[in-house]
C-alpha cells in the first residue's frame, strides 16, 4: 500500500508514448492512482523538498544516429544532479560514457542486463536528511 503521508513518487517524461506505457503498468500493478504523472521535460524537473531520489532510465543511444542527443541528454541531468544536490541518483543506462557526460563520479556502478542488453546501475547518494528529535532519518539512501 503507498501512502502519500509517508512516501510520495511522481513520475515525467517528455515523451507522452512512454509516460502512457509507464501509466499502463501502473495500472495493472494497481498503483496508477497514486502517482502524480508529468509530461516534463529534464531541464525544467524541480523539487520542493530538500530531500529525495530520482531513478531513471534514459536512452542508451544504441543507435549511432542517437549518440550525439544522448550525450546532450546525459550533459543535461548532471545539470540536474547539480541543482538537486541534496537528493540521490539512481541511473540505469547501457551507455558506456554515462559518468563523463554526466560530470560525476558514481558512488557504486554495478554491472546488470536489461533483456540482452549490458547495462550499469549508477549510483550517486546525496547527504542524509538530519535527524527530527533523535528518531530515525527522515529518508535514507538505499
Not at 25 to 45: K, T
Not at 83 to 103: C, E, H, N, Q
Request: charged fraction near 20%; glycine fraction near 8%.
Amino acid at each position: 500500500m503507498i501512502s502519500s503521508a509517508t512516501s510520495r513518487c511522481f513520475t515525467s517524461d517528455v515523451d507522452a508514448d512512454v509516460l502512457s506505457l509507464a501509466r499502463y503498468h501502473a495500472r495493472q500493478a494497481g498503483v496508477e492512482g497514486h502517482i502524480p504523472w508529468q509530461r516534463l521535460p529534464l531541464s525544467e524537473l524541480s523539487a520542493r523538498q530538500k530531500y529525495g531520489y530520482v531513478i531513471c532510465n534514459p536512452p542508451y543511444g544504441q543507435q549511432v544516429e542517437d549518440v550525439p542527443s544522448v550525450q546532450r541528454l546525459y550533459r543535461e541531468m548532471g545539470q540536474v544532479f547539480r541543482k538537486l544536490d541534496t537528493w540521490s541518483f539512481f541511473v540505469l543506462t547501457a551507455y558506456p560514457g554515462f559518468g563523463r557526460y554526466s560530470g560525476r563520479r558514481a558512488y557504486k556502478k554495478r554491472k546488470l542486463y536489461n533483456g540482452r542488453i549490458q547495462c550499469y546501475y549508477y549510483h550517486f547518494p546525496g547527504p542524509r536528511p538530519p535527524r527530527l528529535n533523535g528518531t530515525q532519518p527522515v529518508s535514507s539512501p538505499v
